[in-house]
């Protein structure tokens, strides 16, 4: 017998329908395990990224610490300023190809800089306060980048006001000193940066930021700017009474022969009075070191900060500045 031809119909909307469910539910599960394969595949290359970039930053150290064995002052002549150019990882790794023909284009890249450099905001704050002499400097540094001197100040002020307190003084009588120093600082210190663009942190304008971060740094203890690897900005802001066209013409000259001693620096710039010269250096021992790995659709790079203790290099701070993938999130 038969069947209606409604239910034939309804028999064959049902079947289209369990069809078209399983159906859905195959390519759901194709979708999610071609997900996961491209997610564990991103993952992988981050870490063996990292990694690399781990062997690189041993490379730079040993570098510095090749350096440090010769001694003498640091400029940006010696092998550790040249830049790697990015290059493919496998001219690294063998010289056979039948090594590297499966392997992904992996190109790498970095520089080492000199830290000290730069002007260290860290000797802007002395014992809680702030020292009028390095005040001094960093607003000359603002008016020779073109930024207003206000911005010095309240960098400065905001420096005080997120490092430690100082420590009590046993002579001052009574409490009156501790509190008038808890007084003076804000009830909600900000927190301290760890770099130049990190300032934001104590209320300085991006822009602002932006302006002074190639010429600025912050280190942990505080230091003198290096005359052979400072720009001529930077060399303004430490010398009192250098102006851009001596500073440029020290520039010069450190290209052809490395200043190595005040008295040098004299020879190049003899107007400059001895007392100036106190807060600067020939060496240094505070690097970043720099590298980027890019490794089929990822990118990564790294920065980090060492520190060069006689001929031991420590790695200070490493932090991720970008990354990038292929892959969403």
């Given amino acids: 017998m038969s069947c209606h031809p409604k239910q034939r119909g ?26 996961a394969i491209q997610v ?9 990224s990292a990694w690399v970039l781990s062997g690189a930053l041993d490379w730079a150290r040993l570098i510095l610490r090749e350096d440090a064995k010769t001694g003498g002052t640091d400029h940006l002549g010696e092998p550790w300023a040249v830049p790697l150019a990015e290059a493919r990882l496998s001219t ?47 607003q000359r540094l603002c008016e020779t980048v073109g930024l207003s001197v206000d911005v010095a100040a309240r960098i400065s002020a905001g420096l005080r006001d997120a490092s430690p307190p100082p420590p009590p003084d046993p002579s001052a009588s009574g409490a009156s000193a501790p509190a008038a120093a ?9 927190l301290m940066p760890r770099s130049a663009g990190q ?83 020939m060496g240094s021992n505070f690097f970043e070191v720099r590298g980027r790995l890019r490794l089929g659709d990822v990118v990564l790079e790294q920065r980090s900060l060492v520190q060069r203790r006689g001929i031991d290099v420590v790695v200070l701070q490493r932090e991720r500045v970008s990354a990038r993938d292929g892959v969403g999130s």
């Fill in 40 to 48: 564990e595949a991103a993952e992988r290359a981050r870490t063996q």
């Fill in 10 to 35: 309804a028999a064959l909307l049902t079947a289209m329908i369990i069809v078209a469910l399983v159906a859905t539910l195959a390519s759901t599960m194709v979708w999610q395990q071609w997900r």
């Fill in 199 to 281: 300032l934001t942190w104590l209320g300085i304008e991006a822009g602002a930021v932006q302006t002074l971060a190639p010429y600025v740094v912050i280190l942990p203890e505080r230091t003198f700017v290096n005359v052979n690897t400072a720009p001529r900005e930077v060399l303004v802001a430490a010398i009192d009474g250098l102006d851009l066209a001596t500073a440029e013409r020290i520039v010069q000259s450190r290209q052809r022969v490395p200043i190595k001693s005040r008295a040098d620096l004299q020879a190049v710039a003899p107007s400059l009075p001895a007392a100036s010269l106190d807060r600067i250096a």
């Fill in 182 to 190: 808890a007084e003076s600082r804000p009830a909600n210190p900000p």
């Fill in 92 to 138: 690294f790794l063998a010289a056979d190809k039948d090594n590297t023909e499966d392997a992904p284009d992996a190109f790498l890249s970095g520089s080492i800089t000199d830290a000290q450099g730069r002007y260290n905001l860290t000797n802007v704050v002395s014992n809680g306060k702030v020292d009028p002499i390095e005040l001094a400097s960093l």
